[in-house]
């Protein structure tokens, strides 16, 4: 008697996509996701992705999306070729951002949309740098309902603040710091650095001319 084998499903780990289609929406994408990440560094159970095909439904992968960055509650950080929610103690995205570019449609963003809402997104976030437009839709009873006071907005789930400046959107960290791009980050860094160093110039010169007058710099 011949044993029946069940095919396997393949769930690529791409969808063939750029991840964007040009630099400020790339931009974008990247300065969200890097200053998630560094939001919840250290706590192990906020998973932070992307461009990472998310899977809602086991035996499906033509049902699919990649959102351009989402944060997972209650998922250990890690990589991943995908998202497959039955893996992940069925968990949801909870939050998750687009970032608009000239190419997108209205019905490729209906059917996100429609997408996000019937799988359980709590937070939705669509933002266009082109035409400086932020539109914020989070869960309630009825499910995504569009937030109408969104300038200071302050994500539930995630505590950033949203800003409408003149030129661009800022994204504030909860403690007030604005969300910086790695160049920024960097150029701080080299400032913190340079100030410790003249901090520890300083030092050395004083002990220096004090121990030139006979006092031990270690007593004072």
Known sequence: M???????IHYPDSDGQPMADNTRQFRWIVLLKENLECLFA??????????????????RPDIRVAPDVMVIFGRPKGDRGSYQQWLEAG???QVVFEILSPGNRLTEMVKKLQFYDRHGVEEYYIYD????????????????????MIDHWRSPRLGIEFVL????????????????????????????????????????????????????????
Do not use: K
């Not at 011949?2 to 396997?8: G, Q, R």
């Open 2 to 8: 011949a044993l029946s084998v069940e095919p396997t």
């Open 165 to 220: 400046g003149e030129d661009e959107l800022e994204v504030y960290y909860p403690d007030g710091r604005r969300f910086l791009t790695t160049v920024e980050l960097a150029q701080r860094m080299e400032e913190a650095q340079q100030r410790a160093q003249q901090e520890a110039q300083r030092a050395d010169r004083l002990a220096a001319y004090l121990r030139s007058q006979g006092i031990d710099p270690e007593q004072i």
């Open 42 to 59: 250290n706590d192990p159970n906020v998973f932070v992705a992307g461009d990472l095909l998310w899977y809602p439904v086991e035996g």
């Open 91 to 93: 968990i949801t995205p």
């Open 129 to 148: 740098p082109d035409r400086q437009e932020l539109s914020i839709l989070v869960r309630n009873s009825q499910g995504l309902d569009a937030v109408e």
